[in-house]
């Protein structure tokens, strides 16, 4: 039986990293095989591509950012996702398309007509069975981020940046309300786990 897709999203800070080990634990202890995947990345293309997007030393054109962040991900779901779906696998990819229409279609402006056109070229109809899409306001995502490390090229943007790469994430949400469940990420960690855990048990039913 063809695997589940479950992908997580949000703004740079927004807490996503906390939970991906907990939910790959989640799914592990229910006898899911698990393929633990990111993008920009998951293969060898996509990571040299993944160094050469997030490198605050490159000048990159918005279009050439989308083209790019699109190159990776079908290399990446040739070589990787379609093949664990087809084995059985369930697979667990921080961040995929539901990023580039918020980061180069509201942040960088791209018309989101224009990225579903590479959506639909890229993947076809697959889509991720379940996006768990972490929301906090930006400036706490921001005091989140300046606690941690050197800030890569994306995370270098303005507020403002974000704040529209927000808007692009919650209008993708508001359209396909039935994939992208929003997780308040402002809770503790224990609310937003109990949440998380709620769309898991009701994607396992349905598996
Ligand atoms: P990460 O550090 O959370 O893995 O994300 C890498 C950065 O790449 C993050 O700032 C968001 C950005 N990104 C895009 O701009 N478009 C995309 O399609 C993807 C997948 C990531």
């Known amino acids: 039986m063809r695997g589940r897709f479950i992908t997580l999203e949000g703004v740079d800070g927004a807490g996503k990293s906390t939970h991906v080990e907990w939910i790959a634990h989640w799914l592990c202890e229910r006898g899911v095989d698990l393929c633990l995947s990111r993008e920009p990345g998951g293969t060898p293309l996509g990571e040299k591509l993944r160094e050469l997007l997030l490198d605050p030393a490159q000048q990159v054109d918005a279009d050439a950012e ?8 079908k290399q990446h779901l040739a070589q990787v996702i379609v093949p664990a779906l087809e084995r059985g696998q369930w697979v667990l990819c921080d961040r995929f398309t539901d990023a580039t ?3 180069q279609g509201g942040g ?3 018309a989101a007509s224009r990225l579903a056109i590479l959506e639909q070229w890229v993947q076809g109809s ?3 069975d379940l996006t768990l899409y972490f929301d906090v306001p930006v400036e ?3 005091a989140r981020l300046m606690a941690t490390r050197a800030l890569d090229r994306f995370e270098q943007e303005q507020a403002s940046f974000f704040e529209r790469v927000r808007t692009g994430y919650l209008e993708r949400a508001r359209s396909d309300p039935a994939r992208i469940r ?9 609310d937003v786990r109990a949440a998380i855990a709620g769309s898991l048990t009701q994607l396992w039913a349905r598996a």
């Open 108 to 110: 960088r402006g791209i």
């Open 101 to 103: 229409f918020a980061y």
């Open 182 to 190: 929003v997780v308040d990420s402002t809770q503790s960690i224990e």
């Open 66 to 73: 989308a083209l790019l962040m699109f190159a990776a991900r």
């Open 126 to 128: 697959l889509q991720p």
């Open 140 to 142: 706490i995502a921001r």
